[in-house]
């Protein structure tokens, strides 16, 4: 039978409870009982947990499809207003909304490596806008679509590019579409 409350002793047992004189010297000494010392010896020493660093990205849009856009803006939290525009409306062609992506901008964080951002968004795909968004850590070709992991990966134009330039924009959309 296991107790769980000592007052519950007085409850089982009815008869007197005494002490031999044998059994005196191990509640004599307050220090440690023998049971306690073997008791802790055995014990499992507790080591403090090694603390991994979390690594999060501020980024606009929720991720739904596990779709990643890298962009490299010094001069804006995401993306320039009309370089958003242009994306929204190269999304919605592909019947994507900017719901289903998540917009980071790498000129944003230190740590914006492929692996960090991989294991952050778990991404199905991954788009790069511009070689200043490609991270140190991933080699691919340029405009041509590859693999990184389960990942399928574009590294391509960014947005500066092609406005100035048709055959840029007439080279990203081919690549897009078919991403």
Do not use: C
């Not at 000592?6 to 000494?29: C, S």
């Not at 009982?33 to 947990?49: G, R, Y």
């Not at 990966?153 to 991403?179: C, H, P, R, Y």
Request: hydrophobic content about 45%.
């Amino acid at each position: 039978m296991k107790v769980d409350n000592p007052a519950a002793f007085r409850f089982i047992f009815q008869e007197d409870v005494f002490l031999l004189n044998a059994d005196k010297p191990f509640f004599e000494n307050d220090a440690q009982t023998p049971l306690a010392e073997a008791a802790k010896s055995d014990a499992i020493k507790h080591e403090p947990a090694i603390k991994t660093e979390v690594i999060s990205f501020k980024y606009l849009g929720k991720n739904n499809k596990r779709f990643l856009v890298l962009t490299a803006y010094t001069d804006a939290e995401f993306m320039t207003e009309q370089h958003l525009t242009a994306l929204t409306s190269t999304l919605a062609r592909k019947e994507l909304s900017i719901e289903d992506v998540a917009i980071v901008n790498v000129a944003n964080h230190q740590r914006a490596e492929i692996s960090n951002l991989a294991g952050f968004f778990t991404p199905s795909k991954i788009l790069v806008l511009g070689k200043d968004a490609l991270p140190s850590d991933l080699s691919v070709p340029f405009n041509q679509a590859t693999k990184y992991n389960d990942a399928a990966v574009l590294f391509t134009f960014g947005f500066a590019e092609m406005m100035s330039s048709n055959d840029n924009k007439k080279a990203f959309w081919e690549q897009v579409k078919i991403f």
